[in-house]
């Protein structure tokens, strides 16, 4: 059965940084492409990042491009979002996710993953 676990959420200042992390259990760690998506208090949930199954080609969305960066450590079976510069814009309930697949494509929409963890808060303040 897999397992996602989100951590590495708080509150932090704007400006400031924070590093989450979602640990896998339950899979073949690499043979799965990770992303990150988020929701915010009355909106829809969004994409945020995404890594292929090999740890290479990150994609972000726009509105994180430049601050934030994503990487996967398969020996560890664990992918990381390192946020940086954030702004209160970016509070909203982080979301692994991870999708298994034999390509080496990254994935954006939240309709091709198939697990998903709990979430972990972001709460930037201004």
């Known amino acids: 059965q897999v397992q996602l676990v989100e951590s590495g959420g708080g509150l932090v200042q704007a400006g400031g940084s924070l590093r989450l992390s979602c640990a896998a259990s339950?899979?073949?760690?690499?043979?799965?492409?990770m992303g990150w998506f988020r929701q915010a208090p009355g909106k829809e949930r969004e994409f945020v990042a995404a890594?292929?199954?090999?740890?290479?080609?990150?994609y972000f969305a726009d509105s994180v491009k430049g601050r934030f960066t994503i990487s996967k450590d398969n020996a560890k079976t664990t992918v990381y979002l390192e946020m940086n510069s954030l702004k209160p814009e970016d509070t909203a309930v982080y979301y692994c996710?991870?999708?298994?697949?034999?390509?080496?494509?990254?994935?954006?929409?939240?309709?091709?993953?198939?697990?998903w963890g709990q979430g972990t808060q972001v709460t930037v303040s201004s």
């Open positions: 996710a991870a999708h298994h697949t034999p390509y080496y494509n990254t994935y954006t929409r939240d309709r091709q993953y198939e697990n």
């Open positions: 339950g899979l073949t760690f690499s043979s799965y492409a």
């Open positions: 890594i292929s199954r090999s740890g290479i080609n990150p």
